[in-house]
């Protein structure tokens, strides 16, 4: 089965903004790169949008003691079948790592949604993250849909 590709630029409309000269950043730089909490939403992205699954990220954050990064994860599965997740190869900036053998994450048929998370250990984004997505039939371990995604979160 050949894997569809998905690139996602999340930095589209978004100043690229030099950290070495914070000095000259106007009131409006400092906003769009340190948001007002009550105003931020996090990274948030829609991954896969497919009329019987989606699966969206509705979160990133660092784990400093743990030097893990959690990427939280919402999914719904429509089709009349139990589906499995399976992520295989991420990368975070230029740094890899193979989750392949890690358990997959079961979705039921016809829930509203379900909410997980992954992490790898990793601090620090500076520009983004890619990861393989396998769709499999929970019960024939069919794979249904591959994935490879890539996500530009920050201009680099």
């Not at 978004?14 to 950043?25: A, G, Y």
Request: hydrophobic share 35%; net charge negative; aromatic share 12%.
């Amino acid at each position: 089965m050949e894997r569809k590709k998905i690139f996602i630029d999340q930095t589209i409309g978004k100043k690229k903004l030099d950290t070495s000269k914070m000095d000259e950043w106007t009131p409006e730089d400092w906003k769009e790169y340190f948001p007002d909490e009550s105003e931020y939403t996090g990274i948030q992205v829609d991954l896969i949008q497919h009329k019987d699954f989606y699966l969206k990220v509705t979160l990133i954050y660092i784990h400093e003691t743990e030097k893990n990064t959690y990427i939280e994860f919402e999914a719904q599965n429509k089709l009349p079948n139990d589906i499995l997740i399976q992520f295989g190869k991420w990368r975070m900036d230029n740094q890899g790592f193979d989750l392949s053998k890690r358990t997959p994450i079961l979705i039921p048929t016809r829930l509203e949604s379900i909410a997980f998370s992954e992490h790898v250990h990793f601090m620090f984004m500076e520009s983004g993250f890619a990861m393989e997505v396998d769709i499999l039939d929970a019960t024939s371990l069919e794979v249904l849909e591959a994935y490879d995604i890539e996500v530009k979160v920050y201009h680099s």
